[in-house]
């Protein structure tokens, strides 16, 4: 069956960097795109942005343009969100879900929390 | 940016039918094919995809769900509402870079 696993919860200092890991397993892992979606603590769904998983290109929602880095390891059908200089307002879980487009299937979170 | 608005909060009695609407500050639909899609998610869990344009159920969702509209006016509707399914709601668009709405609570009444 279709899973996508990611990696465990994170505890950083504001201007550290962390990555993030999205490993995918019951399909092949270069036919559809993965997207990234960030939930805040109490709220909603923000789409960041999708990895091309054939060409490596990401694209960028407009608030996820700084700081924030798609990447792949495709050998191992795994993406990774990297977040730089990491600010309080990071704390959130962030989800990797199979596209493009329609969210069929997601992973379940990495919880982030920034914190002095 | 396309603004997919929905109402915070829907109050219902289990067994009765809960109708949750998505409205989108332009079309996202392209040549007929509606591309407005429908997730739920519980608390401390990952959102789950329940209807794809617009109408169409994904696999293994009950056929108590079910989604219409077409433009920028779409409706989830769960008939009838079980307990299984208190939960939050969102549309999300993906005519153009992807938005999600702000989510609708469905709340027991």
């Known amino acids: 069956q279709i899973q996508l696993v990611q990696s465990g919860p994170e505890l950083k200092k504001p201007g550290e960097s962390l990555k993030i890991s999205c490993k995918a397993s019951?399909?092949?892992?270069?036919?559809?795109?993965m997207q990234w979606v960030k939930q805040a603590p109490g709220k909603g769904l923000q789409y960041m942005g999708w990895?091309?998983?054939?060409?490596?290109?990401?694209t960028y929602a407009d608030d996820f343009k700084e700081r924030f880095v798609f990447s792949l390891e495709t050998s191992a059908s795994t993406a990774y969100l990297q977040i730089n200089n990491l600010k309080n307002e990071d704390t959130a879980t962030y989800f990797c879900?199979?596209?493009?487009?329609?969210?069929?299937?997601w992973g379940q979170g990495a919880s982030v929390t920034v914190s002095s | 940016d396309i603004v997919l608005t929905q109402s915070p909060v829907l109050a219902v009695s289990l067994g009765q039918r809960a109708t949750i609407s998505c409205r989108a500050s332009?079309?996202?639909?392209?040549?007929?094919?509606?591309?407005m899609h429908w997730y739920q998610q519980k608390p401390g869990q990952q959102p789950k995809l329940l209807i794809y344009?617009?109408?169409n159920l994904a696999s293994g969702i009950p056929a108590r769900f079910s989604g219409s509209g077409s433009g920028t006016d779409f409706t989830l509707t769960i008939d009838p509402v079980q307990a299984d399914d208190i939960a939050a709601y969102y549309c999300?668009?993906?005519?153009?870079?992807?938005?999600f709405g702000g989510g609708t609570k469905l709340e027991l009444k």
């Open positions: 344009r617009a109408s």
């Open positions: 990895i091309n998983t054939q060409t490596g290109k990401p």
């Open positions: 879900a199979r596209g493009p487009g329609v969210m069929d299937a």
């Open positions: 999300q668009q993906s005519r153009e870079s992807p938005t």
């Open positions: 332009q079309s996202v639909s392209i040549s007929s094919i509606n591309l």
């Open positions: 019951g399909y092949t892992f270069t036919d559809y795109a």
